[in-house]
């Protein structure tokens, strides 16, 4: 019996008629089931790509054939396939939810909005501002250390960079306008903290906890898709030195810099000697008066800037790190200009991936150049040399490019000491030497617990907590995603950064990947995917066989590894270069994951199908000559693919890269 006349997009709800009855096509034809409207105007609106549909209860039109082929146990009879009333290409609505508004973040924000549709996006982040790590960090000298025309967005080049490294706060800036640009604030909630994350595998749905920071009003939300983005170096480690919290003079962590402090004529220790430290060291030595007290526990490579060699070969000076404001208004006028400064760069960060191999020629060289260039800057203080220069390869910490740093070592009113901290005072610090160091103010640029699992509880299917699932390291499918947690996703997870190269692109990729899963998600009529615990491990065996033969696994504290740094996994890095991540990740292999139907067990997995129709050629709101996208869109040049004549395979978009589905 029919229940109901109906034009495909126009059904108040849709799911619910067709979860009760079947559907039949008035219009057009193809199917025998389908019955012929008798109205003229029905037909009309065929030929225009409307159609007319009417629901009947309880009518079987699954044919014997398709039955035998869809059921699952030839023994019980088939599950009866209910078509679904939309076209196969819907939108059905999701909740996505993004834990920080860094450069990750961001970069959801605009791609969510732009290739997906029916998607309720929100961003919570914790600080006041977007930005992340940028926001965040504002020690003096905080500045990127890949050339800023290469870490930007890809679609989003600033031409105005004032030097090749540019200053934090510009950077910030940047990430700020760009998110205003692409209307990302429509979806960020500031001062929300995400306090935690609960699976609930029967609604298929993440709970979570959040609190207002600026009000502590408490509240909860839930999501179908959870994104944490919530950055790897964002999580600010102390030192774990007896008596740090007894010091009365001025004490803080470079993520957790206080701006206000006057450094002049003050004795100031700086904990470290990673990259935050080498930038800190050579402002603090700057300021009028102050005496800095490096405490340096371990070796390190200080390198030249990554972008020296893609400067010289374009004619410019790499000592000089600012741009000219004739080469600013130049790149702003010469797109041209510009496009070949920015080509240049990524060529040169992609072309020294030999480097982090032990044994490659170029590994023994960059130590040789490296290692002669160190004597030659810190000639005035030969042991500080022989102190620092190590036995493991470059990049197994991070390659720490200092300029200035060397130099400020140094200078008279810097010491270096390497003596170990043995506790810290009301008025200073102890070395194990028992000499006693006199401070005013006591600088930690001692890193971020980068290998532990995120600051607050993430529980997964059976209440399974992330950290149990990261204990005793952290891993996850392709850096992704994680067994026994449904619908999350990772950007710059474990071993999601790069040794060398940009990681712009590589969170750009990531992005994209999980907007790919999203879509999967929406269109297919999934509840869940879910890594498979066996591909995970494969991927650790993949990481684990990989790095062994390159300059990562030689013996150095590194925020790339587990545990703090010091365990045996490398868990920071991705085993591979960029390109190798960006191409891993370009196409998603789907059977690396579980997958629950919402339909429930048994369904017929091809119901996304739907009602025979496209929303490309349905109309939109009841309209007969407006559609839910392009009828003839294929013939769009943007979609066609036009090969070389005669020769296809001098096609230059695929000697540029191979082809992928
Ligand atoms: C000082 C410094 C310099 C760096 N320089 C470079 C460089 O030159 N080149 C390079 O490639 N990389 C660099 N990095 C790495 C840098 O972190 C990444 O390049 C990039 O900025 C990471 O972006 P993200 O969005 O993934 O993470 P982040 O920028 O860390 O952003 C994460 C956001 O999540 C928010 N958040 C975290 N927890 C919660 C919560 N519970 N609730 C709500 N919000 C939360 C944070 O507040 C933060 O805003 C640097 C890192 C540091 C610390
Ligand atoms: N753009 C840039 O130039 C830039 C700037 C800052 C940061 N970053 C990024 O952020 C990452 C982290 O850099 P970071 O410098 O903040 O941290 P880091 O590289 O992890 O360095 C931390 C330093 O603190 C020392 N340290 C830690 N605990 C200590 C203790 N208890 N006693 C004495 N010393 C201690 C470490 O010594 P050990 O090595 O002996 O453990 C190390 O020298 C970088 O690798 C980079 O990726 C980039």
Redesign the pocket.
Known sequence: MAIANYVPGHNPDPGAHAMRGTVEVRCGGGFRQQAISPRKSCLNRAVHGAASLTFHRDRELVPLRDRLLTSMDPTQPPARLILKDEPLDGHRPMKVRV???????IYLGIRIPQRLRNVDLRI????EDVG??????RYPG?A???PSHS?QYSFNPNPDWSALYAPQKEICTYLQATARKYGVMRFVKLS???ESCKWDDGAKKWLLSIRRVDTGEAFEDDADVLVL??????DPAWPNIPGLKRFKGEAMHS?LWKEDYDFGQKRVGVIGNG??AIQIVPSLQKIEGTRVLCFARSKTWITNPFGDSTMLRLGLDPTKFGFSPEQRQEFVDNPDKLFELRKAVELDGNTIHAMSFRDSDLQRMAVEMFGTAMKERLAKKPEIAEFLLPSFGIGCRRNTPGPGYLEALVEDNVEFITDPIDKVTETGVVLQSGRDVPLDALVCATG?NASAPPP?PVYGKSGLPLQARFTPYPEAYLSMAVDSFPNMFL??GPNSAIGSGS??IM?ETEGDYIVKCIRKLQKEDYATMTARPERVADWSAYCDEYFKKTVYTDRCNSWYRSQGGRGERITGLWPGSTLHAVEALRAPRWEDFEWESRDGEGANRLRWLGNGWSVTHTPKDGKEDEFGGDPAWYIEPMFVSIPPEERPEEDPEFKMRPFSH
């Open positions: 834990v920080g508004a860094g450069f990750s973040g919570y982040e914790k600080n992340g790590t940028w926001w965040v960090n905080c990127c250390d890949i870490y929300h903290m995400v983005a919530k950055g790897i170096l964002s993520a990259s935050s971020f607050f950007m710059l990681l712009t969170l």
